[in-house]
């Protein structure tokens, strides 16, 4: 999985994109802050014996955060975020559950895995293929697959633990475990010819 630090370069990135204006020290901070916070999941483990790339690699904590921010601003009378910090403070709230989405838990899936949707359903996922211009079959991609002529449908080894109590999802501070285990399956496609192979992997065996 990408390093911390490479998740608040990319965040730092973004934010500066969009923030615009609201652009300060201060803004950057918290941001930075936020996507940082994500890999302390490393060490709940520790403690609790499950977690890892679970309890705060999800994307319900960014959606709880965006509903949160929306019932203040849209449904309330009077606004905390706005009285005590104005448009900068929207505009930082909104910038900071965007870069945890997607600089934080979604960049993950590019190279590991991540429990997306937990605690709603206890299941890691990983991203995984590619996207390839083929002189015959055009734009080909096969991250999501939606059947069809493409050929067969072969499974393989997935990379990713099954679920937040599986013993391969490892913490920084215990021996990694290896990418791909024999306890999870995906599945993939192998179009004929040149084209490319896209699929979206995920662990298939589930907490019994």
Same mark, same amino acid.
């Given at each position: 999985? +990408? ?26 901070? /918290? ?30 904590? +960014?959606?709880?955060? *965006? ?28 910038? *900071? ?7 934080? /838990? ?19 996922? *990983? ?27 072969? +499974? ?22 290896? @990418? ?10 192998? +179009? ?12 298939? @065996? @589930?907490?019994?």
């Amino acid at each position: 999985m +990408p390093s911390t630090i490479v998740h608040m370069a990319f965040a730092g990135l973004v934010a500066t994109g969009l923030l615009g204006g609201y652009f300060d020290k201060r803004s950057l901070l /918290v941001v930075l802050v936020a996507v940082a916070l994500i890999d302390f999941d490393s060490f709940i483990p520790l403690v609790t014996g499950f977690g890892h790339r679970a309890i705060l690699h999800n994307l319900l904590v +960014p959606l709880l955060g *965006t509903g949160a921010v929306a019932v203040d601003v849209f449904l309330r009378d009077e606004s905390y975020i706005l009285d005590r910090w104005g448009a900068w403070g929207l505009r930082v709230a909104w910038v *900071t559950l965007f870069c945890y989405a997607v600089t934080g /838990v979604l960049l993950d899936m590019t190279d590991g895995v991540v429990n997306l949707l937990w605690p709603l359903h206890d299941q890691f996922y *990983t991203l995984d293929g590619k996207i390839e211009l083929s002189d015959q079959r055009g734009l080909v991609q096969t991250f999501i697959e939606f059947g069809g002529d493409g050929g067969p449908r072969l +499974p393989r080894q997935s990379a990713a633990p099954t679920t937040s109590t599986s013993p391969q999802a490892s913490t920084p501070v215990s021996r990694p475990s290896p @990418r791909r285990t024999p306890n999870a399956s995906s599945l993939s496609s192998e +179009p004929p010819g040149n084209c490319s192979c896209l699929s979206l992997e995920h662990s298939s @065996r @589930r907490r019994g």
